[in-house]
C-alpha cells in the first residue's frame, strides 16, 4: 500500500472519531432518546458539540476531493514527493482543524484548513 493510500485510510478513520464525537456531543446536549427518534423539533446544538458537527460535516465535503484525488494517482501510478506532501499536508491539517474547531479557535482553524487545502491542490497538480 502507497504512502497516499495509507494516509486515506487513516482520513477515514477521522472522519469516524468525528463522527462519534458529534455524536457523543449531541446525546449530551439533548439525550439519547431524542436523538434516537425522529428528530423532528430538535434543538439547535450548540457549543463544542454542535462545532463538532460542523467539523464532521466539513471533513465530508473534504474527503470526497481528497479520496478521488488519492484514488485517482493510484490509478495511475502516479507516486512522487508531490503526492506524498499533497496527502500529508490534507491529513495533518484535517487533524488540526478537528481539533481547533471544536475547541472554538476561529482563525487558527481557517489556517489549519487553508493546509489542507494546499494538499489538495499539490495532489491534483501531481495527476494532472
Request: glycine share 8%.
Amino acid at each position: 500500500m502507497t504512502p497516499e493510500m495509507m494516509y486515506l485510510v487513516w482520513t477515514v478513520a477521522l472522519t469516524f472519531i468525528l463522527a462519534l464525537t458529534a455524536v457523543n456531543g449531541a446525546m449530551l446536549q439533548v439525550g439519547l432518546p431524542k436523538l434516537a427518534g425522529n428528530r423532528e423539533h430538535m434543538p439547535e446544538i450548540t457549543g463544542w458539540a454542535g462545532r463538532a458537527i460542523r467539523a464532521h460535516r466539513n471533513m465530508l465535503e473534504s474527503l470526497v476531493l481528497f479520496a478521488i484525488l488519492v484514488l485517482v494517482a493510484q490509478i495511475a501510478n502516479i507516486h512522487t514527493g508531490m503526492t506524498l506532501l499533497g496527502a500529508q499536508l490534507f491529513f495533518w491539517g484535517r487533524v488540526a482543524h478537528a481539533v481547533i474547531y471544536i475547541a472554538g479557535i476561529a482563525w487558527a482553524r481557517t489556517l489549519a484548513w487553508a493546509v489542507s487545502v494546499a494538499g489538495l491542490v499539490l495532489l491534483f497538480t501531481a495527476v494532472v
